[in-house]
């Protein structure tokens, strides 16, 4: 974890922004034990203060519970919340991060993306690897939470487009059974026959 004290996102509200994606995401599962306050406070480089308000604020959330004497837990049913829209909003407020932060964050959003998506085909023209600077790094990043945020709106899109095929399948299934049940259409008189003389 880490804060971007220059950012616009106040650093409590990042780092509660981060333990919430990292319990939606599962790799903090319920009944796991969170650092202590000072611990935390120590690792992330903050005041006590602050841990404590973030613990507090993600207790009021309902994100965990807090057993006094015994420390800070994940809750056992924490609230949904969409994985991908909370890693989003954790690496948007956490601003500029190191070259091995942004490994782990590209890792992660990987991850996320080959779960919905078949892999690429290796490629090909016989480019040599190279080493991305710390910028291409973080454009990677981006370009990935935004394939991400594109493939929710298609999901969304599947799910609205499904829920309108099913209405309207369910319409004609009435109409149909409308028919079946006695509401008959009146059958047609045939013509006469034309008169020979």
């Known amino acids: 974890m880490h804060v971007n004290r220059n950012g616009d996102v106040p650093v409590g509200t990042q780092l509660a922004w981060q333990i919430e994606a990292l319990i939606a995401n599962g790799r903090l599962q319920a009944g796991e034990q ?84 078949a892999p690429a085909s290796p490629r090909r023209g016989g480019r040599t690897p190279r080493v991305l600077t710390t910028a291409e790094l973080a454009q990677v990043r981006d370009e990935l939470v935004e394939r991400l945020e594109q493939l929710d709106a298609m999901r969304d899109d599947l799910v609205d487009l499904l829920a309108s095929l099913r209405m309207a399948v369910g319409d004609e299934q009435q109409a149909a059974q409308g028919t079946a049940t006695g509401a008959r259409r009146p059958r047609r008189q045939p013509k006469p026959a034309p008169r020979t003389t």
């Open 34 to 117: 969170l650092p202590s306050v000072r611990q935390l406070a120590e690792v992330v480089g903050v005041n006590v203060n602050t841990v404590r308000s973030v613990y507090a604020r993600l207790e009021g959330e309902g994100f965990v519970v807090t057993e006094h004497g015994r420390g800070t837990f994940v809750a056992q049913n924490v609230p949904r919340v969409d994985p991908q829209a909370a890693a989003a909003r954790a690496l948007a407020g956490s601003g500029p991060a190191s070259r091995a932060e942004l490994k782990d964050q590209i890792s992660a959003l990987e991850a996320q993306l080959s779960a919905h998506v």
